[in-house]
């Protein structure tokens, strides 16, 4: 799972030209900050779907949660996935 976000991650950068990805690691707890990436909050349901589709796909066991969103006036759009 990691690897896959991590990649994942490093395309992000390379497409989007703007905004900035930081991914924080604590045991099994990964903490995703989106800073002005998600356009609309229409877009954060998308990368929450494709965070869970990343466990999905990668068969990791886990939860997504959306912890932070500016649209709602936070610094970044965060989501915690908690891997079981």
Known sequence: FN???DRGV??????IKFGEV???RQ?????IHL???SGTP???????????????ITRAKGDVKKTA?????????CYRIILR
């Not at 229409?42 to 965070?51: R, T």
């Open 42 to 56: 229409s877009a954060c349901h998308a990368w929450h779907g494709i965070f869970e589709g990343t466990l999905h």
């Open 10 to 15: 490093d395309e992000i950068r390379d497409s």
């Open 27 to 31: 045991d099994n707890i990964i903490d």
């Open 69 to 77: 969103c500016q649209h709602f006036g936070e610094k970044a759009c």
């Open 3 to 5: 690897r896959v976000l």
């Open 22 to 24: 930081k991914i924080e």
């Open 35 to 37: 800073i002005d990436i």
